[in-house]
């Protein structure tokens, strides 16, 4: 049971080149996220989406790109990468329920550690 | 936008110890949540709250949805050195009810 899986686990980048971070769930879940972590900024939402064949910015989204390929996959590109982008980011999936435990866990993957030089 | 905010920023304690922190914002949420990370791995859920004035438990963790919907609080009784972490409360916008965003965490040390 893999889980929320996503790919690559480390990159570096060159300032301007583009690159998409892939993830894919297996549990059937309806809804993904991205979020990025910075040391003292918590996680920040980039992007997300409520069900296949929609997207929607959450509060960074600035500089990058979503598809929701399928219920499984959620891919995030970096057209031009800066080194403001420099961070670890976190791909997760809810399966979201109404006022249940297991339906509102926000499942994380593991990380992608994205250095831009 | 939306934000959330946290506090204390960072907390030494000694093992035995209660612990409290909060985060409060500006907006309403419609549910809450308190996570927990621990290095190199993704956060992992440990309470969840739904109605203002709420109160749940989850072993020695104990978290409350503020009467206001605008603030969250959670207590860890007799804490253990298994408690060091990174604590974050995320919140469920009350317009937007996919959009989850998380406040800048807590971390905590626990002195044995």
């Known amino acids: 049971n893999a889980g929320v899986t996503q790919t690559p686990k480390f990159q570096v980048l060159k300032t301007g080149q583009s690159m998409t971070l892939q993830c894919a769930q297996d549990?059937?879940?309806?809804?993904m996220y991205w979020y990025r972590q910075d040391p003292g900024m918590g996680l920040r939402l980039i992007y997300y989406s409520a069900s296949e064949g929609t997207t929607d910015k959450g509060e960074v989204p600035n500089g990058y790109n979503v598809s929701r390929l399928n219920k499984r996959e959620f891919s995030l590109r970096l057209e031009s990468a800066a080194p403001s982008q420099t961070s670890v980011y976190f791909c997760a999936s809810r399966l979201h329920l109404i006022e249940s435990f297991s339906g509102n866990t926000i499942y994380f993957g593991e990380g992608s550690w994205l250095t831009v030089v | 936008g939306q934000q959330l905010n946290q506090s204390p920023q960072s907390m030494f304690i000694q093992e035995g110890e209660d612990v409290s922190m909060n985060c409060t914002s500006s907006s309403i949420f419609n549910t809450w949540l308190w996570y927990k990370q621990e290095p190199g791995e993704g956060p992992v859920l440990l309470i969840a709250l739904y109605k203002a004035g709420e109160l749940t438990s989850n072993g020695r963790l104990t978290a409350q949805f503020g009467i206001t919907r605008k603030d969250s609080f959670l207590n860890i009784s007799a804490s253990i050195p298994s408690d060091v972490g990174i604590y974050f409360c995320a919140g469920q916008v009350k317009t937007s009810y996919d959009k989850v965003i998380f406040g800048p965490g807590t971390s905590l040390s626990v002195i044995p």
């Open positions: 549990m059937n879940h309806n809804s």
